[in-house]
């Protein structure tokens, strides 16, 4: 079922401790008046936050946001100033937002998934390809790739609307699983692990 999603939602949405301490592994460092802030309002210690940053994934750069609650705000205001047009699908909203190179000349973050077009010869040689699996196991290293382009996922739970995650770079659907996924879901999270690597740190 598919509805459109109202701007009179994104005040209404609630980023929980919990969603933000998941979005901390997008981050390398935060402010130290956040580390404060989570700490007072929530069970997570100062070396919960530590490790989670340490966490290596796709991370914004710290120029573009110095924590996850400063990020939510300033991701409300572009999707109002920018009129972005989403829908509600199955109770889930996935909204992606880009930023202009000229604001942003490095990029707000890293992209750790890599096409596997993108590969240089010979890597895949050994790889029988046609099973997704064996992709996870390729391993190759390169210069992280900067990005403009955010991710924004969010879900309808118990009649809220909740912020489930936000990640710099493409959309990456979770890893196929037939027991945990609808056919749609399955099918989707199976065209794009055939295709895509993630890159070594």
Known sequence: MRSQFQYSELEETNFSVESQF????????VDRDYVKYLTNHSEYTADDIAHQLAV??????????????????????????DAIRV??????????????KSEYPEGIGEDHLLHIDEL????????????WENLRKVSY??????????????????????????????YAPQL?????????????????WK???????
């Open 22 to 29: 998941h979005v901390l592994k997008h981050f390398k460092r």
């Open 120 to 131: 240089p010869p010979g890597i895949l040689d050994k790889v029988d390809t046609s099973n």
């Open 87 to 100: 829908t509600w699908h199955n109770g889930k909203c996935e909204i992606e937002l880009k930023f202009s």
């Open 141 to 170: 290293r390169k210069e992280l790739k900067s990005t403009w382009t955010l991710q924004i996922i969010l879900r309808k739970i118990k009649g809220s609307t909740e912020v489930i995650s936000v990640f710099p770079g493409i």
């Open 176 to 192: 196929p699983d037939k027991e945990l996924q609808s056919e749609e879901e399955y099918k989707t999270s199976l065209k794009f």
């Open 195 to 201: 295709t895509h690597v993630v890159l070594k740190m």
């Open 56 to 81: 290596r994934g796709s991370d914004f750069y710290e120029g573009f946001a110095p924590n996850p609650l400063n990020l939510w705000q300033r991701l409300k205001e572009k999707i109002r100033d």
